[in-house]
Structure formats: C-alpha cells, structure tokens
C-alpha cells in the first residue's frame, strides 16, 4: 500500500501570535507575528527540517497573508521569507508597508530583544 499525501492544514495560534501548518495532524512550521494597530508584524517563518523541501512554507505565508486580508490587516514583512514571498507575489503589494527602523524597534522591545 502507498501512502496518500495529506492536504496541509494552517491554523492561526493566536495566543501564541503565529501561524502554525499541520501535515498528518503534526506542526510542521510556523510563521510568527505581532499586531501593531492594524498591522500584522510578521517577523520569523520556520519549516522544521522532517518536513523540508515540500514548499510547505510557501502554502503556510500564502494562507497567512490571506487571513491578513480578510481580517482588514495590513502586513509588514521584517521576516526574510515573507518579504521574498512578497516580492513574487504582489496581488498582496495593495496591503503591504514598508518595514521601518521604528518597527524594527517595536518589534525588538515587544519580543525583549
């Protein structure tokens, strides 16, 4: 018998502010965040290493970023991957801000670094 491949699962973990994505029931990532006024600061996106490889982190920002939008967000991408998601994917450029040294500085103080 063969294994059939699972449809991968986002969910939004908002007590632990991030985006988690499920293969077979098990967290494979996570894209993290914090929210400033109406601005989803997405500032870390880890695939773990099991699950490398399956564009799973390109299915993860691309549902977040989706959320984003319905929720009536705006995105501010200081995390690498999603602002070279970003670039490659503009029907998201309408909603996205640019990152600034005043956000960097929030972020850092909001996560004690």
Known sequence: MSEQPTTPVVRRADARHRY?????????????????DDRRVF???????AYAGRGLASVLVEQALTDVRSAGLRIVPVCPYVAKFLTKHQEFADITDPVT????QWLDARLGR
């Open 101 to 104: 040294p005043e956000v960097v």
């Open 20 to 36: 988690e994505i499920l293969v077979d029931g098990e967290r494979a990532g996570l894209t993290a965040y914090r929210d400033r």
């Open 43 to 49: 500032f870390h996106t880890e695939i773990d290493d």
